[in-house]
């Protein structure tokens, strides 16, 4: 089934509300890191906020995440768009945490607690937004939760699940973001916490094959919902080794000839998604005189 993610508003426009299907996506990201379970589960919560944040963004405009913990995983960083389109990795893909008190994987474990979650926004602007807040709770859903509202001012819940088979590969990863709008009354905002208070896993229900529409009746009730809009996400990566070429040429001149000299070529790797590209001595060479010919 095909990930994809809904927008829509509830309690006539008192809640903005979005879910999202993230399956296939973490996957793709599990498989090209061939990353282990708590790893993937830190990754994957981190994708899914990804998505759910860039959901608010406009067409081209990117999105970069940060996530600096203590914990053994080390940094994660994702990219997204409002295309639907999201990218990241973990500094350590190969953590495998035994599970946690609860018995869930345990992404507090990996991340830490200590540390911050940070968001830079490309707008198109000559300056990027950032914001950036101290780390919570380390299982992500709170901090993001926490970014939301104390840095861009929106009380928010943010509900972030991955549940990984036991060969690691993914069996399910999902999502939702609710947000309180200006006006929403204390009745509305009671029902809300009571049904967050009483809702399963998303990763659960996605396994048993509830679609995001269906999650986000579950938070708001179905009467008091209406769905705006769907669009289809996936793990994407705009890498290319043209890409690499114009970094391999801010190196100079003397560093592209040792690469030539010692290594008699070079290979880049894609921190994002793994993709590797092969520099033979000859294009090595050419890089060398594209550097000469704009002197």
């Known amino acids: 089934m095909q990930d994809y993610l809904v927008k829509g508003l509830a309690f006539e426009g008192q809640i903005r509300a979005f879910a999202v299907r993230a399956t296939e996506t973490v996957s793709e990201a599990q498989r090209r890191h061939d990353s282990w379970h708590t790893s993937t589960a830190a990754l994957g919560r981190s994708l899914v906020g990804g998505l759910l ?3 608010m963004q406009k067409g081209e405009e990117k999105m970069t995440i940060q996530i600096q913990g203590d914990g053994p995983g080390g940094k994660i960083v994702v990219d997204s768009n ?14 495998a945490l035994p ?9 507090r474990g990996a991340v830490g607690t200590t540390g911050s979650l940070s968001v830079t926004k490309d707008l198109g602007l000559k300056e990027p937004f950032i914001g950036q807040v101290p780390l919570v709770s380390g299982e992500l859903g709170e901090d993001f939760t926490y970014y939301l509202a104390h840095s861009e001012q929106i009380p928010s ?35 809300i916490e009571q049904r967050l208070s009483n809702m399963p896993l998303v990763s659960d229900l996605i ?6 529409e269906t999650i986000l009746a579950r938070l708001l009730g179905e009467e008091n919902l209406t769905i ?16 690499f070429s114009r970094v391999i040429l801010t190196l100079g001149k003397e560093e592209i000839q040792a690469m030539i000299d010692e290594d008699h070529g070079a290979e880049a790797v894609c921190h994002f998604c793994g993709e590797k590209y092969h520099y033979s001595e000859q294009e090595l060479e050419q890089l060398i005189e594209e550097i000469e010919s704009q002197r």
């Open 82 to 95: 409002g295309k639907g389109q999201v990218k990241g990795y973990i500094d350590q893909p190969h953590i």
């Open 99 to 107: 599970l946690n008190d609860a018995g869930h994987i345990d992404v």
């Open 207 to 212: 396994d048993k094959g509830e679609e995001p």
């Open 228 to 243: 705006l809009d769907t669009m289809p996400v996936a793990f994407h990566c705009d890498c290319s080794k043209d890409r």
């Open 53 to 55: 944040l860039g959901s």
């Open 157 to 191: 819940a943010v509900g972030l699940s991955v549940k990984v088979n036991p060969d690691e590969t993914v069996k399910a990863a999902g999502g939702f973001m609710i947000q309180v709008m200006p006006g929403a009354t204390d009745e509305t905002i009671t029902e």
